[in-house]
Every structure is written in structure tokens, then in C-alpha cells.
């Protein structure tokens, strides 16, 4: 049996048609996103509400920037009587529905920042989901006193 090759110009062509013809698997958007910039070396804060458009639930498993050497997911929550803030390993968002980063609840905790940050920029972050999906989204940085966006 004789095997033929097709020539490279083939070949670009299918493959362009196969890239055309894949749905779009990205079901997640990043909404109302914002940083509360704070001063000097103190850590901000950054919000947003993530929404699930899929038929399954999502679970959002951190973030980066290459504006921010440090990015955790932190959510904080009143526990007797005051309000402490722990380190987790993911937020759910659920099958068409939505979550949200906010003040007093889940957020981002930026530090070590790669440039002078202030209000009024705009800072690039990925946010990372369980089974490998990720999102871009710029988050633009509102004032110490800002309490949503």
C-alpha cells in the first residue's frame, strides 16, 4: 500500500476549517471587577462577580497578574463575633449562576506589586478555574474609600 502526502497548504486549510468549526467552550465572564487600592506596602484588595453561563458548576482556584508578585484567594467571614480572613483553595460558582469577589466575603489579596499601583490604572490579572480554564480580565483600581465600583 502506497501512502500519499498532501502539501502543506492542504493541510493549513483543514486544519483552519477544524479551528472554525469548535464551539466555544469559554462559559465563564468576569463582571464588575475593581481593586480597592491601599497605600504604601499595605496589601489590596480586588472584587468582582464571576458568572457561570454552563450547565455545570465552576470552581474558581486562584488568580495571577503580572502586576502583583502575590495573589490568594481569601474569603473573610464574621466568626465569634469578629471577623477573621483565611487563605482557601476555591470559590464554587454554580451551573448558571454566579458568584461574587466582594468586601467582607471571598476576595483577591494583592501584594508585592511589580510597579507603583494607584488609583486610576488598570491591572491584568488570569483568573484560574478547576479543570485548566482560565480568563483574563483588567481590573481597574478605584481609591481607599471606594466600596464598589
Given at each position: 500500500?502506497?501512502?500519499?502526502?498532501?502539501?502543506?497548504?492542504?493541510?493549513?486549510?483543514?486544519?483552519?476549517?477544524?479551528?472554525?468549526?469548535?464551539?466555544?467552550?469559554?462559559?465563564?465572564?468576569?463582571?464588575?471587577?475593581?481593586?480597592?487600592?491601599?497605600?504604601?506596602?499595605?496589601?489590596?484588595?480586588?472584587?468582582?462577580?464571576?458568572?457561570?453561563?454552563?450547565?455545570?458548576?465552576?470552581?474558581?482556584t486562584?488568580?495571577s497578574?503580572?502586576?502583583?508578585?502575590?495573589?490568594?484567594?481569601?474569603?473573610?467571614?464574621?466568626?465569634?463575633?469578629?471577623?477573621?480572613?483565611?487563605?482557601?483553595?476555591?470559590?464554587?460558582?454554580?451551573?448558571?449562576g454566579?458568584?461574587?469577589?466582594?468586601?467582607?466575603?471571598?476576595?483577591?489579596?494583592?501584594?508585592?506589586?511589580?510597579?507603583?499601583?494607584?488609583?486610576?490604572?488598570?491591572?491584568?490579572?488570569?483568573?484560574?478555574?478547576?479543570?485548566?480554564?482560565?480568563?483574563?480580565?483588567?481590573?481597574?483600581?478605584?481609591?481607599?474609600?471606594?466600596?464598589?465600583?
Amino acid at each position: 500500500m502506497k501512502l500519499r502526502t498532501l502539501p502543506a497548504a492542504a493541510l493549513l486549510a483543514m486544519t483552519a476549517c477544524v479551528a472554525v468549526a469548535a464551539p466555544a467552550t469559554n462559559t465563564l465572564r468576569v463582571e464588575h471587577a475593581w481593586i480597592r487600592w491601599l497605600p504604601a506596602t499595605l496589601p489590596a484588595a480586588a472584587y468582582a462577580v464571576i458568572e457561570n453561563d454552563s450547565s455545570a458548576p465552576a470552581r474558581l482556584t486562584g488568580a495571577s497578574s503580572p502586576d502583583y508578585g502575590m495573589v490568594m484567594l481569601h474569603r473573610s467571614q464574621l466568626e465569634n463575633g469578629s471577623s477573621a480572613m483565611t487563605m482557601v483553595s476555591g470559590m464554587d460558582i454554580p451551573a448558571h449562576g454566579k458568584a461574587a469577589l466582594s468586601p467582607g466575603g471571598y476576595h483577591l489579596m494583592l501584594s508585592d506589586p511589580a510597579r507603583p499601583i494607584k488609583p486610576g490604572d488598570t491591572v491584568h490579572m488570569t483568573l484560574h478555574f478547576a479543570g485548566g480554564e482560565s480568563i483574563r480580565a483588567d481590573f481597574p483600581v478605584r481609591p481607599a474609600n471606594t466600596s464598589s465600583p
